[in-house]
């Protein structure tokens, strides 16, 4: 897992790369449990527990959520990306192509 390898030695890295690390890594795994609590609701055939599994889901998109902001304010690399894409119309990859001509 991802959480458990630098592929530097900690002691060379500066303290915002590992608060960036622990970021990343947080929200891969804020997204994989979105994607299994999707997958087991898909699968549950009890209206009741299919109700939670559906809201743990969504606690944990907002967790996901959470921490893309954190990594938006914390990378101006980040933020200069997430304002170019995010909550754009149109066609997304139609928009790359827009932006090179800048």
Not at 5 to 13: F, T
Not at 24 to 38: C, F, G, N, R
Not at 48 to 65: D, F, S, V, W
Request: charged fraction near 35%.
């Amino acid at each position: 897992m991802a959480s458990d390898h630098l592929h530097a030695p900690r002691e060379r890295l500066r303290k915002e790369t590992i608060h960036m690390h622990q970021a990343i890594t947080s929200l891969m795994e804020e997204l994989e449990a979105v994607d299994w609590y999707q997958q087991r609701a898909d699968d549950c055939d009890d209206p009741t527990l299919k109700a939670i599994l559906l809201h743990n889901m969504r606690e944990e998109i907002e967790h996901a959520a959470m921490t893309l902001e954190w990594i938006r304010r914390a990378s101006p690399d980040f933020n200069k990306e997430l304002k170019e894409y995010l909550f754009q119309d149109g066609d997304i990859v139609g928009r790359e192509h827009e932006t090179e001509g800048k």
